[in-house]
């Protein structure tokens, strides 16, 4: 079975500190994608990043850095120097193998980035 | 281009009543899907179509039914509304769903209430 697990539900940080939103995930599937959303309090979802299970390499976007590793079955999402626009919930989902009903998000990390 | 559009914003339905969650997109996506949103429960997929003409059951589609006529559009139907419906609702679309995950856009939301 598949499942995604981010076991941080609120998080609190003050403005310029830097956070790590953990994510876990679990498949027995060899080919799989990650994802990180981001849920503003105005309620849409953005895309932020996609991983596929080939592909551990580290990637930083200005001042996102995710952390993906296969042996821990984790994919961490930082966010360096926070800021007040970085408030909101952030969902990890897991998509596995070649079928596309097999979306799983986990149940999301609330953040606020206190100033 | 409006991206994905979702009507309406906000409902409110009475037990047992149905309803049409409309969803459009612009972009020539082939892949089309409705989630729910619950608190601490991430999104889950209700129902997702590969193309016009195609569509298929996700995690949780019972009490609710699809339909694809034409790439642009992608309606879901409660034929018969539960309060266990109440829900916010997102529709997503993306490029293709080949093998491939592409970035799936969302729609703004339908925040839903069943009394």
């Known amino acids: 079975a598949q499942k995604v697990t981010q076991a941080q539900t609120e998080i609190s940080v003050v403005e310029k500190e830097d956070v790590t939103l953990d994510c876990v995930y679990e498949?027995?599937?060899?080919?799989?994608?990650l994802f990180w959303y981001k849920q503003p309090p105005s309620g849409e979802l953005v895309f932020l990043i996609r991983?596929?299970?080939?592909?551990?390499q580290n990637e930083i976007s200005g001042r996102y850095s995710w952390n993906f590793q296969k042996s821990t079955s984790s994919f961490n999402f930082t966010i360096t120097a926070s800021q007040v626009v970085d408030s909101a919930v952030y969902f990890c989902?897991?998509?596995?193998?070649?079928?596309?009903?097999?979306?799983?998000f986990g149940p999301g990390t609330s953040l606020s980035v206190i100033p | 281009n409006a991206g994905v559009t979702q009507t309406p914003k906000f409902q409110v339905l009475k037990t047992g009543q149905s309803m049409t969650l409309q969803c459009a997109q612009d972009?020539?996506?082939?892949?089309m899907s409705w989630y729910r949103q619950d608190p601490g429960m991430g999104l889950r997929l209700i129902h997702y179509?590969?193309?016009?003409?195609?569509?298929d059951q996700g995690e949780v589609p019972n009490g609710y039914n699809v339909s694809r006529s034409t790439t642009e559009d992608f309606p879901l139907r409660l034929l018969s509304a539960a309060p266990s419906q109440t829900s916010v609702y997102f529709c997503?679309?993306?490029?293709?769903?080949?093998?491939?995950?592409?970035?799936?856009?969302f729609g703004p939301g339908t925040r839903l209430l069943v009394l």
């Open positions: 997503a679309s993306s490029y293709s769903s080949r093998g491939i995950r592409e970035t799936q856009y």
């Open positions: 498949t027995r599937d060899t080919t799989y994608y």
């Open positions: 991983r596929n299970s080939f592909d551990e």
């Open positions: 989902a897991l998509s596995v193998g070649t079928s596309y009903d097999k979306v799983i």
């Open positions: 972009m020539n996506h082939e892949y």
């Open positions: 179509s590969v193309g016009a003409g195609i569509t």
